[in-house]
């Protein structure tokens, strides 16, 4: 083994690996992800890669494990620690809001919603996100019933607002109406 190929593989770790995968998904969908493409954009060989994966599934999977633990991880554990439970739906909203990298990838996943790999792994992350909302909507006072009914239709405006701007292409908005329309979310979907 010569030198360079030594620090290449200690400069670059399985996350930063990751990472450019999640960055790919994000810019150009599940597909784009390529080893050769990866390492150019790198800046490496495809040793590096395979110093820390087997095949290009392998680097996949632990690319959208890797998502899938940043929502529960960053943001689902940080809202339930809000002591108050009416503070914690509209803390969520605006913090879910402004995070476009997270937003770019679940946009590529629902494009991808046919590859083996992606499914359950959505299918997890929706059921996850509906039972904390579910939960976050009981916990501010709402019935079972219609706390379910406002978390599928809170999911669901999601998921839609993510098709409309990153699938359907439709023209986007700027800060000031993006931020409006996440305070006409909360006014709407939150109970007073």
Known sequence: MNASNKTERSRLSAEDWEDAALNLIADQGVGAVAVEALARQLGVTK???????????????????????????????????????????????????????????YAALLKALDHPQVVPVMARVSQRRMEFLHTAYTQA??????????ARLT??????????????????????????????????????
């Open 47 to 105: 040793g590096s890669f395979y110093w820390h994966f087997r095949t290009r599934e392998a680097l996949l999977q632990a690319a959208l494990e890797r998502w899938e633990q940043y929502g529960e991880r960053e943001v689902i554990n940080q809202i339930e620690a809000i002591p108050n439970p009416r503070e914690r739906l509209p803390e969520l909203f605006r913090r879910v809001a402004h995070e476009l990298k997270p937003h770019r990838v």
């Open 141 to 150: 006072g709402l019935p079972q019933t219609e706390a379910l009914n406002r």
């Open 155 to 192: 999911y669901a405006a999601y998921v839609g607002f993510l098709q409309l701007n990153f699938t359907l292409g439709l023209p986007r908005i700027s800060h000031e109406e993006f931020d409006a329309y996440v305070e006409h979310m909360i006014r709407t979907l939150i109970p007073a």
